[in-house]
């Protein structure tokens, strides 16, 4: 008996392709590698680490976590008047707009986003590519038709 059959040579070579693909590193323009370490040198700008600051904190806060917080002034501005000393009225409707813009929010977005800061997303890839398994849009469509035309 003869042991498994060998790989034909084109089930060989578009392995051998894969191998190259999966370990091919494109080469960095000159000019753009230098920028690249000029701004590595330089650290990052008071605009990012403000910018990283703010999404580290705000990336915890839920659509969830904003409604329940309009919910509760709304319904203290409602209840205890007082104790924002004349500006119940800005309170209830403060409360009222959180609520009611993370419900809708939280509608429109159902389950892609979570939080505020937009979070973490999880996209399935495959070798670097983002893999959906739904329809195209029409407009994706409509843009591969044209391309095909062109052809």
């Known amino acids: 008996m003869a042991g498994p059959q ?3 040579r084109v089930q060989r070579e578009i392995e051998e392709l894969l191998d190259r693909l999966d370990n091919f590193v494109p080469e960095e323009r000159f000019r753009s590698k ?3 370490r000029q701004r590595e040198a330089a650290g990052p700008s008071w605009f990012e680490r403000t910018r990283h600051s703010l999404a580290q904190r705000f990336s915890r806060v839920t659509l969830g976590h904003v409604m329940i917080a ?3 002034l709304l319904v203290a501005a409602w ?3 007082d104790v924002f ?3 119940d009225r800005w309170a209830l409707y403060a409360g009222l707009l959180l609520a009611g813009g993370a419900f809708v929010l939280s509608v429109i977005w159902g389950d892609r986003r979570r939080n ?3 979070g973490r997303t999880y996209q399935k890839r495959w070798r670097g590519q983002v893999i ?3 329809e195209p849009s029409a407009t994706t469509r ?3 038709w044209l391309r095909r035309r062109r052809r």
Do not use: C
Request: hydrophobic share 35%; charged share 25%; no cysteine.
């Open 85 to 87: 000393g004349g500006y």
């Open 132 to 134: 959906e398994y739904g």
């Open 142 to 144: 409509f843009r591969d």
């Open 79 to 81: 209840l205890v008047p």
């Open 116 to 118: 505020i800061a937009g």
């Open 70 to 72: 309009g919910l509760i």
């Open 6 to 8: 060998p790989p034909d």
């Open 34 to 36: 230098m920028r690249r």
